[in-house]
């Protein structure tokens, strides 16, 4: 019992019944089944993220880019359906994933080959890609009257109760679970950030694995870049802007070890959950959605110190263990 009351996933799912408690409380119709239903519809691209998010954070590394790279994808998409309205939806479902997963391996490689440090370098892109953005525009929009129909409908059909986004979230979160805790990729993650030295030891090419764990953030913001420009019907060139310190939040809150090694997906997916729940709950009980960021940052200094606090080892106590001999 004491076992199951320190995992962070269990102490995560408590503070957020609590905080639902309190929402219902005011607002009784927030906890109704279609509007935890849309709640978790809203959330789903910070799921996403805060998936792809914590395969970098596990290796000892972060990415600042994904939002960038959510927004570039997404307009490069746009900009393709706007010049070729009849490309088939898969298709540009394939090349808004495939062209994610480059700009991640850019990344990746500038970590990997020049040993440039992963916050240096994602800066860096994030930068590079919001500029790309304007250059491809000159800061104009792609509106909704100028995307194609079928363009715009696949996030938001509904299957079995559920709209796409929705299942494609809940389809990440089986994969990626199966991935972390069933295959040599995922036990490579947790090995290149949590001992890198004993990875190397044990066969593991600790740079080799942090490109893979970049390649697949990339490949999911560029997922999440043409859902998010479909959904919202519109692409410019601050889309998703500041959205990556969200999801590195989600991830943090989570229980994701921001020195690496320690975390899992379902930590990821629950402090996604707390953070949209915050969001969509604040302007329903008539809170400023301004307390929106002092509640995130509040929760992210109380799940730093949490984790730390978990990870410090006692040291040896050689007077007292003297003090005994004599």
């Not at 729940?277 to 302007?283: E, G, M, Q, S, T």
Request: aromatic content about 8%; proline content about 4%; glycine content about 10%.
């Amino acid at each position: 019992m004491k076992r199951l009351l320190a995992s962070r996933e269990v102490l995560l799912l408590i503070a957020i019944g609590a905080l639902m408690t309190v929402i219902a409380l005011r607002f009784p119709a927030f906890i109704a089944p279609s509007n935890l239903a849309d709640v978790f519809n809203d959330t789903s691209p910070l799921i996403l993220l805060a998936i792809g998010q914590m395969i970098v954070i596990l290796t000892k590394c972060i990415d600042l880019s994904v939002a960038a790279n959510l927004a570039l994808t997404g307009m490069v998409v746009s900009l393709i359906n706007v010049a070729a309205p009849d490309t088939p939806i898969a298709l540009i479902v394939l090349l808004a994933t495939g062209f994610g997963a480059l700009l991640g391996m850019v990344n990746g490689l500038l970590v990997w080959k020049l040993a440039i440090p992963p916050i240096v370098v994602t800066l860096g892109t994030m930068t590079i890609f919001r500029g790309l953005i304007f250059l491809l525009t000159e800061g104009k929009w792609v509106n909704s009257h100028e995307m194609s129909d079928a363009f715009k409908a696949v996030p938001r059909t509904v299957v079995l109760g559920l709209p796409i986004l929705s299942w494609i979230a809940i389809a990440a979160v089986i994969a990626f679970t199966i991935v972390m805790n069933r295959t040599t990729l995922g036990r490579a993650f947790y090995a290149a950030g949590g001992n890198p030295h004993a990875a190397t030891y044990a066969g593991i090419n600790v740079g080799k694995t942090q490109f893979w764990a970049f390649t697949i953030s990339g490949a999911i913001a560029g997922l999440t870049g043409y859902l998010w420009v479909s959904r919202f019907a519109v692409a410019y060139v601050d889309v998703a802007g500041g959205f990556e310190l969200t999801v590195v939040a989600a991830c943090v809150i989570g229980g994701v070890s921001i020195m690496g090694g320690i975390g899992s997906v379902v930590g990821a997916v629950l402090g996604a959950l707390f953070l949209g729940i915050i969001a969509n709950a604040l302007p329903v009980v008539n809170i400023s959605p301004f307390w929106q960021m002092a509640i995130s940052g509040a929760a992210i200094i109380i799940a730093v110190a949490l984790n730390a606090q978990a990870n410090r080892s006692p040291g040896r106590i050689i007077l007292k263990r003297a003090e005994h001999a004599t």
